[in-house]
């Protein structure tokens, strides 16, 4: 999907410092995309340590200053897949962000996977999470720049 793969608000995919960054995340891109996507988030977590709740900064602010909370995690989890090659988006809860990166399967199509932010949670999510919206790069009516 076009709208998981290219730059959107505070997911940098263009700046420098932030390919620089997606290309140090991945060690060996012969890997399957499950593997892939596993090492990218091994690394977005350990490029921006958890800092607790903060105003939203974005993924070049969170790779430079190495700390951020869930939205920059997320953000930097998203570039980093978008930046290899591996669509992926913003998943906004109540109170919290995470990502999902996406999959081609052969014989039932894409599926979306869920890729915590915050705890080591690869692939799933709690089926009670309340969904708000899905995706980072909204118009508003009345804004003449995409929004959060």
Not at 18 to 39: I, K
Not at 91 to 105: G, K, R, S, T
Request: hydrophobic share 35%; net charge negative; aromatic share 8%.
């Amino acid at each position: 999907p076009k709208d998981a793969m290219g730059e959107s608000p505070l997911i940098e995919i263009r700046h420098p410092r932030v390919r620089d960054a997606a290309q140090r995340a991945l060690h060996d891109d012969s890997m399957p995309a499950w593997e892939q996507a596993r090492q990218l988030d091994d690394a977005s977590k350990s490029d921006v340590r958890f800092s607790g709740v903060a105003p939203l900064k974005g993924a070049l602010a969170a790779i430079v200053d190495k700390h951020g909370d869930c939205e920059e995690r997320t953000s930097v989890f998203v570039a980093y897949c978008r930046i290899h090659g591996i669509p992926a988006r913003s998943v906004w809860i109540p109170n919290h962000a995470y990502a999902e990166f996406m999959l081609e399967d052969p014989q039932t199509g894409p599926q979306w996977f869920p890729v915590e932010s915050v705890r080591r949670e690869f692939g799933l999510a709690p089926a009670d999470y309340i969904i708000l919206q899905k995706g980072d790069s909204y118009r508003v009516r009345g804004h003449s720049r995409p929004q959060l």
